[in-house]
């Protein structure tokens, strides 16, 4: 899996879970996770989450930190496991990095103070997988009660925390595919 943080500022409008944008915005081919910060705006037309939908629940926030995932090898109940890791990866980061903060994962989002710090879906497309994972770098404007990572987490540096959300991620799903692929099967 290749990761990629670039500093262009992109809004987040959905339209990014498309299949082969990376590679058709990055050049990066195969399976891939890029993360850029940027306005998220997500309106109903662009909505994955039919829940969302039905509940006339748009997504935004004034910056955040936008993490794309797509996957040429993975089901859509395999991709929504890989959702939950990345989400756990975030939280595990945040803890060990910043002991201060209380955070809590419900499903595939992320609480800082009672407040919401993440969105994320995991989708399919006809020819792959894909995750959108965000972290509300600012929680102001945002249309529910908030949290971000600069002012509720004390992240400073997004730039190098997104690497490090990236590079475990990566680790991870390496490991995951050797774990598997090291064991012989029994009868």
Request: hydrophobic share 40%; with cysteine; proline share 2%.
């Amino acid at each position: 899996m290749e990761i990629f943080f670039t500093d262009e500022n992109i809004k987040y409008t959905g339209e990014q879970l498309a299949p082969h944008w990376i590679y058709k915005k990055f050049n990066i081919m195969g399976n891939a996770a890029i993360a850029f910060i940027g306005e998220c705006e997500v309106n109903l037309n662009h909505m994955v989450d039919i829940e969302d939908v039905i509940n006339n629940e748009p997504i935004y926030s004034k910056k955040m930190l936008s993490i794309i995932e797509e996957s040429f090898d993975s089901t859509l109940i395999e991709t929504v496991y890989k959702q939950r890791l990345l989400v756990n990866i975030t939280k595990e980061l945040i803890e060990k990095n910043y002991p201060s903060v209380k955070i809590i994962r419900s499903g595939d989002d992320l609480y800082v103070n009672n407040k919401k710090l993440s969105v994320s879906i995991a989708t399919k497309s006809i020819t792959s997988t894909l995750i959108h994972f965000g972290l509300n770098i600012i929680a102001e404007g945002a249309p529910v009660k908030a949290s971000g990572l600069l002012d509720d987490v004390g992240v400073k540096d997004i730039k190098q925390f997104a690497l490090d959300i990236l590079s475990e991620y990566k680790n991870e799903t390496a490991d995951i595919k050797f774990a598997a692929s090291k064991v012989r099967g029994v009868i």
